[in-house]
């Protein structure tokens, strides 16, 4: 479009953010206008795209994620322009972006999609490694290639999956819980989990069928090192797929939790000889504890007073939405957990300016079996229905909530098992009042139900169950399931027919 305004690049629509949210933002906008350009800032050469989306049922999605180099979005939607650059600063009340590299842009509706960064436990230490994105999981496997003994910090989906797959290196790992991946499970589902930790027999991996990090072409160009600073885009539960997470030792997975614990202190080689403290050996089944002999080159300082020394920290304590360039100067509405405030069409605070995915909070009234979480569904979702609401407000049209938000479904796999969460699965938000239904056949399945007043509002399937479409339209259509309940979870009854 001809420059206004001095050199200032005007658009109808613009998009902050190469990630899921806001490429998938910006495509449904280039697709329902199809004559305006749309312009998508992203700090990062390569975005990410969805590839293979598969609709599993009403509210279950299964996709790809596929890094890509920027002009493959723009080939596939010739109204898109990529604009490489980060936001230095945003003048809302003028609707205009001021890029890092001096550029201006004037939109009329502006989409923030930026994302969320790691949460570091300790900020500049350079034994402290935050894990959030490829480029940092490519740092990982760099440092983890020669180190006899890492500590992880975490209970989250990325650390479970990170101390699962790393092999010939000791592992310590502090969580702050009593259970491992409270996040996603609770401690019945972590101990079904716990024998795949500690075994020694290593499975062939079933085949994955889900990220491939492709760096452009196929001979991989020399990719400039992201600083910790810079944003990758978030990983999926494969991230590490093709990633050849060795230690140096030669033995398969040592793995020892300490819970109930976080980081105190981290000392440097030269401050823990001061200190004249005693570290750790790794702790060995039903032996005492003996001091260490090596000498580490950092050391951890637990608040259980334990301490050990490693080769270096995995910082993987969950992430913080990236906000930082555009509070300056501009009264948003900020959550709890310091996202941009959105209602139920994705406006923030602010005129025609709206947010998805990572950078954004929920402050609508959720239905009673949904709930925000920084997962890439989630950001895929937002950054749809975020084009949608941007373009009925340009037609002066209304719009209805969208499905997606009507239940929390999210389908991943950990430890090999394939894992569905549905509804208030941890009993989110319930405190007392429920009551939990479980099944278990070891190494195998694992099917919990959580129960309020007679009807289920959450689940949580490990291994092939075949329930989950049963299970979505039961926490779907709030049907008083009193008279079903020692069946529900009877594997001699097929539970499906039932409910036809």
Known sequence: ???????????????????????????????????????????????????????????????????????????????IKVIQSGVKQLKSGEHKILTEDGKEYLYEKLCLCAGAKPKLIFEGNPFVLGIRDTDSAQAFQKNLAQAERIVVVGNGGIALELVYEVRGCEVIWAIKDKAIGNTFFDAGAAEFLIPKLTAEKQESPIECKRTKYTVEGSKEKERPTAASDKLGSALGPDWHEGLHLKGTKEFAHKVHIETLCEVKKIHLQQEFIQLQQTSLTFPKEGKNVEPDEVLWPVYVELTNGKIYGCNFIVSATGVVPNVEPFLDGNNFAVGEDGGLQVDEHMHTSLPDVYAAGDICTAAWEPSPVWHQMRLWTQARQMGWYAA????????GESI??????????????????????????????????????????????????VMQNGRMVGAVLIGETDLEETFENLILNQMDLSAYREDLLNPDIDIEDYFD
């Open 388 to 395: 949608k609401c941007m373009e009925a407000d340009t037609l």
């Open 400 to 449: 209805d909530m969208d499905f997606s938000f009507e239940l929390f479904a999210h389908v991943t796999k950990f430890f090999n098992y394939k894992v569905v969460v549905l509804g208030k699965y941890n009993a989110q938000g319930l405190g007392s009042d429920h009551e939990l239904m479980l099944r278990c056949t070891k190494g195998q399945e694992y099917v919990k139900v």
């Open 1 to 79: 479009m001809a420059a206004a305004g001095g050199d200032a690049a005007r658009s109808r629509f613009a998009v902050v953010g190469g990630g899921i949210a806001g490429v998938t933002c910006a495509e449904k906008l280039a697709t329902e206008f199809p004559s305006e350009d749309i312009y998508l800032l992203t700090a990062s050469p390569v975005i990410k795209a969805v590839t293979n989306f598969k609709q599993v049922s009403k509210t279950l999605e299964e996709f790809d994620v596929e890094e890509q180099p920027s002009f493959l979005l723009e080939k596939r939607y010739p109204n």
